[in-house]
């Protein structure tokens, strides 16, 4: 990693300081890059306490890896009255279970997450953690999720396919593919918000059918999606803008429909292959020159994405052709 991608990462670690001064520090660490709040020792001294975070900007996102000894932090009246903001929390435990008490307590295992609202107070009691913690502005995740209070407080488990696809992702969001992401912020902010809102759909039980006005759109959308998959760089905004729509409303459109934009443009362009692959016309063209017309950047990409979607790497399906 270059030193302009290492200067956008924010750090903060107990081991830049002197030992007595490790929980204070760290608190107000954690204070400054989250939220008020304090940190608490568990079964060692305060001075034989570590604990780093790393952070980094995504847009309207911030990205934090977390790791640290077993501790306490605690959020409550006190440390509510003196927030300067209202802001949501998306958190991916990674390491050992540990527990948390916001708006009723729940226990949470590796690959597990918890949404949390920082106008309620919480207590976690982390083991030695590992953690991506993900924080929005009010403003983005109520254009993602109306009603937030949905996965307040709840534990998200990789129980659902969608639920499974956002603890997946999100869990690959380290503050060093932040900053050197291959892809603009913007469309790695949009699929978080896509999958929140889809795994909200999941967990408040909403099964009912989209509206004809959703559906009919994200028709449009699926078709000229269709159309333009081989095009180099497409991205929503793209598709959006040919659409005369936001791109919020298309990743909402599409969600309202059980489908993210990220998908349907895989499913696109590994279609198209396909029927590359199939065809004696094409039969002349490497499988790499085949995976760049159908809008893949990368040979290896084009490689992984067929094969989770057919079952068969690109030179098995030609050959099975």
């Known amino acids: 990693m270059g030193a302009s991608a290492e200067s956008r990462i924010a750090r903060w670690s107990t081991a ?35 604990a780093e975070t790393r952070s980094a900007t995504l847009g309207s996102i911030d990205v934090l890896h977390q790791i640290g000894d077993a501790s306490q932090a605690y959020r409550g009246p006190a440390e509510i009255a003196r927030s300067q903001g209202h802001s949501y929390h998306l958190i991916i435990n990674l390491t050992a279970p540990w527990g948390v008490t916001h708006r009723g307590s729940i226990k949470l295992d590796p690959g597990e ?15 030695h953690y590992s953690i ?18 949905i996965l307040t407080g709840r534990k998200i488990a990789a129980t659902s396919n969608w639920a499974r696809a956002l603890i997946s992702f999100v869990r690959q969001l380290s503050p060093e593919f932040v900053v050197e992401a291959p892809l603009p912020s913007a469309v790695i902010a949009d699929q978080i918000g896509a999958l929140l809102a889809l795994v909200a759909h999941d967990m408040s039980g909403g099964h009912t059918a989209p509206t004809r006005v959703n559906r009919a759109m994200s028709e ?45 443009m895989q499913k696109s362009r590994v279609e198209v292959a396909a029927r590359m692959l199939e065809s004696p016309l094409f039969k002349r063209l490497t499988v790499a020159e085949i995976g760049r017309r159908a809008g893949f950047s990368e040979a290896s990409h084009f490689s992984r994405a ?16």
């Open 16 to 50: 830049d300081v002197d030992l007595s001064q490790r929980f204070d520090y760290y608190s107000d660490a954690l204070s400054t890059a989250l939220t008020p709040m304090q940190v608490r020792a568990c079964d060692h001294t305060p001075s034989a306490f570590t």
């Open 113 to 127: 997450a918890v949404f949390t609202d920082s106008n309620y107070g919480h207590h976690l009691v982390l083991s």
């Open 132 to 149: 991506i913690n993900l924080r929005f502005e009010e403003q983005w995740i109520r254009a993602w999720l109306p009603l937030p209070n």
């Open 220 to 264: 449009r959308i699926e078709d000229t999606t269709i159309q333009r998959c081989s095009e180099a760089g497409l991205t929503a905004e793209g598709i959006a803008k040919s659409l005369n729509i936001s791109t919020r409303t298309l990743h909402r459109c599409l969600a309202a429909c059980g489908k993210t934009f990220g998908a349907l």
């Open 306 to 321: 067929f094969k989770r979607r057919t079952g068969y790497s690109p030179a098995e399906f030609r050959r099975g052709s």
